[in-house]
């Protein structure tokens, strides 16, 4: 089946300790994205890809990093330096050009600071 | 002031209802208008999408789009307890792949 695969679903982080959220897709899409939705909250753009070994800050990228070696994974690393991590994570990826915009979404990881 | 502000809700109706989620946004480019809905610790889902103005219907749930005056609606019929959601506008530029906008989102819950 197609689909976008995040894992860990939950995580839990220590203080000042990086952790990284995986995200692989076998949709053959060129962009992949990640968000990060706190409670009674919209998504948040952290970083998007349009192309392997490319990527650009979103909205909220202090504190992350990620990577893009491969076209199917989009990892996210979020760093000590990321003072309130504790969130919903959300990747997503979607289709270039064309007449369809929807982005397809994986289930999520929920990192928790303890 | 956001790009896209979504009604907060949250929202509570009985079974059968008709249910309107509203949407402004100040950034008259948008051209693809997109309705999510995500269901508890879940990732959203595409529910439907309208391009540039108009009303799209499927099924108990209709879109509509008014570019004039920068409004998007989500009407849902006959309303069901597995409505019961949060219900995330989206909007972007074009089909490329460069980033949508969303709203904050809507909590839907319809009682039996």
């Known amino acids: 089946d197609g689909g976008i695969t995040q894992s860990p679903k939950y995580l839990f982080r220590k203080e000042g300790q990086n952790v990284t959220l995986s995200c692989e897709q076998n949709?053959?899409?060129?962009?992949m994205y990640w968000y990060r939705q706190d409670p009674g909250q919209g998504l948040r753009l952290i970083y998007y890809s349009q192309i392997v070994n490319d990527f650009q800050k979103g909205d909220i990228a202090e504190g992350y990093s990620v990577s893009r070696e491969k076209k199917e994974s989009f990892p996210l690393t979020v760093t000590s330096a990321q003072k309130n991590p504790t969130a919903f994570y959300l990747c997503a990826s979607k289709h270039q050009g064309g007449t369809f915009p929807e982005a397809f979404f994986g289930q999520g990881t929920r990192l928790t600071v303890v | 002031q956001k790009e896209v502000e979504q009604d907060p809700g949250p929202l509570s109706v009985p079974e059968g209802a008709i249910v309107s989620l509203n949407c402004t946004y100040s950034?008259?480019?948008?051209?693809?208008f997109m309705w999510y809905r995500q269901y508890s610790r879940k990732g959203p889902e595409l529910l439907m999408y309208?391009?540039?103005?108009g009303n799209k219907e499927d099924g108990r749930f209709t879109a509509q789009v008014d570019k004039s005056s920068k409004y998007i609606s989500l009407f849902i019929r006959d309303s069901q307890p597995s409505d019961s959601a949060t219900y995330l506008c989206?909007?972007?530029?074009?089909?490329?792949?460069?980033?949508?906008?969303f709203g904050d989102g809507t909590t839907l819950t319809v009682k039996p």
């Open positions: 950034n008259s480019a948008f051209q693809y």
């Open positions: 309208t391009y540039s103005s």
């Open positions: 989206a909007m972007s530029l074009n089909t490329n792949a460069g980033k949508s906008t």
């Open positions: 949709l053959n899409h060129d962009a």
